[in-house]
């Protein structure tokens, strides 16, 4: 038997007769006809990408926005030839500290891709043991492009379950030779360092799409839904009265594990199930009885509170002392993955009733169980056991004993110098002891401290100064209850259709995203006065992980969180909760899915034309005030890659690099008019990738400016220069000084400041330039492509 293959097939036969395309011969026999995955034939440049493959995108990038670093340190101590001292020398394996900076970054973004890749596998691992490699990927009606990621770099679309093991491996693949760029006597240039950091980036948001899409459609989590409901969030949420479940994490499947074996057994109403960052707002999405604690901010103060009976973590963003501090309390410990086993033994193959007497008993003080199934039953029988002893530490101690410790402190000062935002504990300490509780109350709300406990470990007294602000706090603030939308998923197709010209036109003035940890310089209440700000100015704002949860901690003067305020569809005022730290690739794969769907531009392995776009013409900008970890660095540079700028909080430089633009060099804005073939004068549109601002007014007023895109409409300018030049009025008392660069020709002022703005075009020297009609970053020669 002769069959022609997919490689010497005939794309078509063009006589009278044959009129079929693609079609399978057999001499002797018929062969059955089976659905073969082809590559489509807009297949553009770039599928699956090697590490090289994007490296020219990257550096018109590099070239545009230089690296700024910021050194935390000269030293290198990486290698035995060390340590090396790099203040204007090079290490022994001929490295300096520019290209050192540079590899710690890349470093930074390795560790926080294989934290997300390595959720994401075990996710899809999970599921498809569950439900099978055939169980469908499907988001429902309006969601035509599932993966606009996926369907961008691997240049497939994916169907099933087992479809994103291909993904996975293709992201570990690349990870691998990433890191090994690391090593001593690798790369040694600066440059090729944040290239690379540029793809780690890429993979993250990769294996983050993977690891939400298979949770969603094999969880039953919100598909996109605009209307996802309102779930509740805070401590007053919690009866404490109840045994009280409380799981820390990233990962989805030990919780779920928790509330399907409470729902087998009709326990819903016997015991709290909660959950503290991303793991609360996957479980609630999972079960909407789930209740969320807050962001990771509350982890050190809830555990202190002794509320919690059993506490159950996965991966990520945990305190690697949870145990010592669970101990304390009396409370036991349940580790869930390979990624966390605090010294544990694993029990998983031991009879259930077996750990649960274990635990009970206190001959251990917890258990590693990788089963989730068998951590359900046992967290939840373990919980009611121990409820009725571990009562006491439930209840608030009077405040007259937090006076008397308080009247021990020295006023040594050594609590605020060690405080990462210099928070004026003693003060508070202090005035305590004195009867005066409202400065712990003003510490403990909105997570002004966010209670790292470097204070109390400094404390010459020894005073459990994260105790004393917890039950200070609880006194005053345990009945706060909150509402927060859970978490809906990606943007549907409609919606973009909906919002799509309005946005690269510039009559809807940006797509903000606050995303990342919660890591601020003064508090959660931050974050919210951000969201509201745009929110009120006609900007979608979207949101998820830490950030979305200190959205909802915050009401307005009618009594009102911003998630009851405001609706939940991506459109402008919309405040879009779309769910966890994986859910952030529904960011980046909105803006991608308004070059598919608004300008038709092609996905299948076509990066490089999908990130001109977005960088041209798309007005988003992610904001992640209070970025903290190895994760967050990689979000936010993969998303640079993608030409969408973040602006972080202070804390941020501390990742060591940001990319700004040189204003001051007019040629590095040049862009090239597809259309007219031309090459003009450009703008700084937007004026860099990642920028720190020192407080919340700076942000404000950047964040706007970084939605400036140079594909804006004269209105859409209008719009855009409005909110640029009224906020930063609000926050400096001026009009902006270079608002002379983003004005091409009259038509672009804003009628309100038409006068002023005048007058300063007229000291400034200013002249009108042309309007490129189709903005460009990339070389003519990429005109054809899809014209």
Request: net charge negative.
């Amino acid at each position: 038997m002769i069959t022609v293959t997919p490689k010497n097939k005939p794309k078509e036969f063009k006589n009278d007769f044959w009129k079929s395309k693609n079609f399978k011969v057999s001499i002797g026999e018929i062969v059955e006809k089976k659905e073969v995955e082809t590559a489509p034939e807009s297949m553009g440049p770039t599928p699956k990408p090697n590490v090289t493959d994007l490296r020219s995108w990257d550096m018109k990038l590099l070239e545009r926005y230089e690296p700024f670093y910021a050194p935390f340190c000269d030293m290198c101590c990486l290698c035995t030839f060390g340590k090396c001292d790099l203040t204007g020398k090079k290490g022994a394996c001929g490295i300096d500290i520019q290209a050192q900076q540079a590899r710690i970054v890349l470093l930074a973004c390795c560790i926080g891709t294989a934290a997300h890749a390595g959720h994401a596998r075990h996710l899809v691992d999970h599921l498809i043991e569950k439900y099978g490699a055939d169980f469908a990927i499907d988001l429902g009606m309006n969601m035509d492009i599932e993966a606009p990621l996926i369907r961008t770099l691997i240049g497939k679309k994916p169907k099933k379950l087992g479809d994103l093991k291909e993904v996975l491996s293709y992201t570990e693949e690349q990870l691998s030779h990433l890191l090994s760029a690391c090593h001593t006597g690798q790369e040694g240039n600066h440059l090729d360092f944040e290239s690379k950091a540029m793809h780690a980036g890429l993979m993250d948001d990769l294996a983050r799409e993977a690891g939400d899409l298979a949770q969603i459609v094999a969880l039953g989590m919100p598909k996109g839904d605009e209307d996802a409901p309102l779930i509740e969030m805070g401590l007053g949420t919690i009866d404490s009265k109840k045994p009280v479940v409380l799981c820390i994490g990233h990962n989805v499947v030990p919780g779920a594990g928790i509330m399907d074996y409470m729902e087998d057994q009709g326990l819903e109403e016997e015991v709290e199930v909660c959950g503290i960052c991303c793991a609360a707002i996957d479980i609630s999405r999972y079960n909407k009885a789930a209740k969320v604690v807050g962001p990771l901010s509350k982890q050190l103060k809830f555990i202190r509170s002794g509320v919690a009976d059993v506490i159950v973590v996965d991966e990520q963003c945990i305190r690697t002392d949870v145990l010592e501090e669970a101990v304390k309390n009396k409370a036991a410990v349940i580790a869930t993955t390979d990624k966390m086993c605090l010294g544990l033994p694993d029990l998983t193959d031991e009879d259930a009733d077996e750990i649960v007497s274990k635990l009970v008993c206190r001959e251990i003080e917890g258990a590693l169980i990788l089963d989730p199934e068998k951590v359900g039953e046992v967290a939840t029988r373990v919980a009611m056991k121990i409820a009725d002893e571990r009562e006491n530490l439930k209840i608030l101690p009077d405040l007259d004993e937090i006076q008397e410790m308080a009247k021990e402190c020295t006023e040594c000062g050594w609590c605020v110098r060690v405080c990462p935002n210099g928070k004026p504990m003693m003060d508070a300490v202090v005035a305590a002891g004195k009867g005066d509780f409202s400065k712990f109350v003003e510490l403990y709300e909105y997570d002004t401290c966010y209670s790292c406990g470097r204070c109390e470990q400094e404390c010459e007294r020894e005073l459990p100064l994260m105790s004393m602000i917890t039950k200070v706090g609880e006194h005053y603030i345990k009945d706060q209850k909150y509402n927060m939308r859970a978490g809906r998923g990606p943007v549907q197709d409609v919606e973009i259709r909906r919002v799509g010209a309005p946005i690269v036109l510039g009559d809807i003035p940006g797509v903000i995203a606050f995303v990342g940890c919660s890591n601020y310089p003064e508090g959660g209440l931050e974050v919210a006065k951000m969201a509201e700000e745009f929110l009120e100015r006609n900007y979608i704002v979207v949101t998820t992980g830490c950030g979305a949860m200190s959205i909802g901690e915050y009401r307005d003067e009618e009594g009102k969180t911003l998630y009851e305020k405001y609706g939940g569809e991506f459109d402008a005022k919309g405040l879009v909760n779309m769910g966890s730290c994986v859910s952030n690739a529904h960011v980046s794969g909105a803006c991608i899915k308004i070059a598919n769907i608004f300008a038709q531009k092609p996905l299948e392995g076509n990066f490089e034309e999908i990130a001109d776009y977005i960088l041209n013409r798309v007005g988003a900008c992610g904001v992640a005030w209070g970025a903290y970890s190895q994760k967050a660095a990689a979000i936010a540079t993969g998303v640079n890659r993608w030409g969408i700028p973040v602006v972080v909080g202070p804390h941020g430089s501390k990742y060591r690099r940001l990319y700004l633009g040189r204003t001051d060099k007019k040629e590095k804005w040049n862009l090239n008019d597809l259309r007219s073939g031309e090459v003009i004068e450009g703008e700084p549109a937007p004026e860099h990738l990642m920028y720190a601002a020192e407080n919340r007014g700076e942000a404000t007023v950047m964040i706007a400016k970084l939605c400036i895109r140079p594909n804006d409409t004269p209105k859409g300018r209008q719009i855009k220069l409005n909110h640029y030049i009224d906020l930063h009025k609000k926050y400096f008392g001026t009009i902006p000084d270079d608002i002379s660069k983003f004005i091409r020709n009259e038509k672009d002022i804003p009628i309100t400041y038409k006068k002023d703005v005048m007058n300063m075009l007229e000291e400034a020297g200013w002249e009108p330039r042309a309007l490129p009609q189709e903005p460009s970053t990339m070389a003519f020669r990429e005109k054809a492509r899809g014209k």
